[in-house]
């Protein structure tokens, strides 16, 4: 059974969830608040509790099968960069 890929929705999911957070993050920075206040602690914790679900139904070999090609490529990304930065 072949699966399908999910990197593209799991960005543009983990996108949505820690942009408002930012956003909170760099409000009560401002103003000189704490940042680690309830609000943010709740959203994250409502973000964890939705992914549970999602994660026990993947095939996890596949899963760190594309997570290692997606780490060789960014490391492949990041020695091509600092080769052509230190020319």
């Known amino acids: 059974m072949q699966?399908?890929?999910?990197?593209?929705?799991?960005l543009a999911?983990?996108?949505?969830i820690c942009a408002p957070?930012?956003?909170?993050?760099?409000?009560?920075?401002?103003?000189?608040?704490?940042?680690f206040n309830g609000g943010i602690l709740l959203a994250l914790g409502l973000a964890i509790a939705c992914a549970l679900p999602l994660l026990s139904r993947l095939n996890w070999a596949d899963l760190v099968d594309e997570a290692s090609d997606q780490?060789?490529?960014?490391?492949q990304l990041l020695q091509a960069a600092y080769i052509i930065l230190t020319l």
């Open 3 to 10: 699966m399908p890929s999910i990197t593209a929705d799991l």
């Open 13 to 16: 999911i983990l996108a949505l």
């Open 21 to 35: 957070l930012a956003l909170e993050v760099i409000r009560l920075r401002r103003s000189g608040e704490v940042i």
């Open 71 to 75: 780490a060789i490529a960014a490391i």
